[in-house]
């Protein structure tokens, strides 16, 4: 059968409560092409991890996607929201809120982000899951020291999901040494995903919960102009990163 036919099949086949998991390459195949067919979602992440020797918690962040590599997060407790938008801003993600950012919005390289957490704001999506199951999987099937299996079922708000679980060897470029992904069985695709290191210890766990196909945002939900957000633009950081 070849790819066309088989994505064609696995599309078209429904997933059921309690459907026994397809194996990882199908699994792969079907999430990505789920994650293609996403023309925008949006959801609630709630994430636990290791930073600078510290765990902390952020629970119920706000996050909006739209395709293309449009990005919005909020961080309710600490009055924090952010956009990025790739071509727009110079490329800079809009950020205000918080201690340092109460009074003016400023506009900064995502990658700043790296430096208050593991990951910048593009790499909250969905799809960063998928590539980072798809390349450790890659490289464990020429691995005899991996391993990766289906793990069980489990419901996640009250809806069925697959756990995948891999352990992986030391010192050969793996994400970490035991990766849990859990795969939604009627949306298939991701909706957790836990990292541990190599003493047993936390890395990451980040879970997407009230997660909303295809919604039918606007370019208002990523523009810092939207009046439901609060984004100071008389700040000069932001005009002065306005399109060109």
Same mark, same amino acid.
């Given at each position: 059968m070849n790819r066309s036919l088989l994505l064609a099949c696995?599309?078209?086949?429904?997933?059921?409560?309690?459907?026994?998991?397809?194996?990882?390459a199908s699994?792969?195949?079907k999430m990505a092409a789920n994650h293609a067919q996403l023309q925008d979602y949006t959801c609630e992440i709630s994430r636990q991890e290791l930073f600078k020797g510290k765990q902390r918690e952020l629970p119920n962040v706000v996050f909006k996607y739209? #395709? &293309?590599a449009r990005y919005y997060m909020k961080w309710p407790d600490d009055g924090i929201e952010a956009i990025y938008v790739e071509g727009k801003y110079d490329n800079r993600m809009v950020i205000h809120g918080g201690l340092l950012f109460?009074?003016?919005?400023?506009?900064v390289d995502p990658k700043v982000a790296l430096n208050h957490g593991r990951h910048t704001l593009p790499e909250a999506d969905l799809g960063n899951i998928i590539k980072i199951f798809e390349d450790n999987t890659r490289r464990a099937s020429k691995d005899p020291e991996a391993k990766i299996a289906y793990d069980g079922?489990?419901?996640?708000?009250? #809806? &069925?999901?697959?756990?995948?679980?891999?352990v992986f060897p030391p010192n050969k470029g793996y994400y970490g040494h035991v990766v849990r992904v859990h795969v939604d069985q009627h949306y298939v695709l991701p909706v957790r995903i836990e990292v541990r290191g190599w003493?047993?210890?936390l890395l990451e766990s980040y879970?997407?919960?009230?997660?909303k196909r295809n919604v039918g945002l606007s370019e208002a939900d990523f523009d810092v102009k939207n009046p439901a957000y609060m984004f100071r633009l008389g700040n000069r950081a932001v005009d002065s990163n306005e399109p060109r």
């Open positions: 696995l599309l078209a086949t429904p997933c059921a409560n309690g459907a026994q998991p397809p194996d990882t699994l792969l195949t739209k #395709r &293309p109460s009074f003016a919005s400023v506009a079922d489990e419901d996640l708000e009250g #809806r &069925p999901a697959w756990r995948f679980k891999a003493q047993n210890e879970r997407y919960s009230s997660l």
